[in-house]
């Protein structure tokens, strides 16, 4: 178990990172909104004009929900690691826990993904599709992660309903 | 369930306590209880053999089908 405690540092690392994000993020979209001349914000490579502010700050609260979607799944994980720390897997608790860390993972990739395509199309006239893989904060992969949470929720399932069958063959 | 199990029947017949049974068959008190109140979702033939043995009798006296009523 030397391995899950490791893991869990990780996880208590990434959540209190993450957290900085959602303190400091709102903030920081406000700041956009009253002075964007003094906070040179991008989006996509271009900087935010006077011309498509609200769209972008809309963007920018959209994605950050997406980022606090994802921030809260970082929680659940670390809720789910305490868990199996004091031993209790094949628990009820836990399978809500990997449907709710899957659930809002791909909330998250859905935030990440699609408002920005809109908004391309809205505010730089751009229609761009294709599939964009750079990297494990690519919306792609974390609708996969969030996916295979999901997954892992009902072999859960299966295996605490084959953990009870066990428990009551005499 | 429609496998009913007579355990109590036959304990009766042999005048034997549960956990005398228990102790003999190799198994805890507590999982007996789960076989006799009808808990039991399987059991394995070591330890149905393991009964069959300290009791005496077929696996036809400890437990028997009840066939389901419709309104069940």
């Known amino acids: 178990m030397k391995r899950l405690e490791t893991l869990r540092i990780l996880i208590a690392l990434l ?4 957290m900085l994000g959602v303190v400091f993020g709102l903030p ?3 700041m956009v909104a009253l002075m964007p001349d003094r906070v040179p914000f991008e989006i996509g490579g271009n900087l935010v004009s006077h011309a498509h502010l609200v769209e972008s700050v809309l963007l920018f609260i959209v994605l950050y929900v997406g980022y ?3 921030t809260y799944g970082v929680y659940l994980l670390k809720k789910l690691l305490a868990n199996f720390s004091k031993r ?3 628990d009820t608790s836990n399978i809500t826990l990997l449907d709710q860390i899957g659930k809002s993972f791909i909330v998250t990739a859905m935030l990440w993904a699609v408002p920005p395509f809109f908004y391309k199309i809205y505010a730089e006239s751009r229609l761009e599709i294709g599939i964009n893989f750079d990297g494990f904060g690519s919306p792609m992969f974390i609708a996969s992660l969030g996916l295979f949470f999901m997954v892992l929720s009902e072999v859960f399932l299966m295996a605490k309903g084959m953990k009870e ?6 | 369930m429609p496998i009913i199990i007579n355990l109590d029947v036959m304990l009766a017949r042999r005048k034997m306590r549960s956990n005398e049974l228990a102790e003999k068959v190799g ?9 006799k109140t009808g808990k039991a979702k399987a059991i394995r033939f070591s ?3 393991a009964i069959c043995e300290v009791l005496d009798c077929q696996p036809g006296d400890i437990m028997g089908y009840v066939e389901h009523s419709k309104n069940e």
Request: glycine residues 0%.
């Open chain 2, 47 to 49: 330890t149905l053999e």
């Open chain 1, 88 to 90: 209790v897997i094949f």
């Open chain 2, 27 to 35: 198994i805890t008190t507590a999982n007996l209880s789960i076989l």
């Open chain 1, 28 to 30: 920081m979209i406000i």
């Open chain 1, 165 to 170: 069958d066990a428990d009551l063959t005499i």
């Open chain 1, 15 to 18: 959540f209190f990172v993450s």
């Open chain 1, 68 to 70: 606090c979607s994802f």
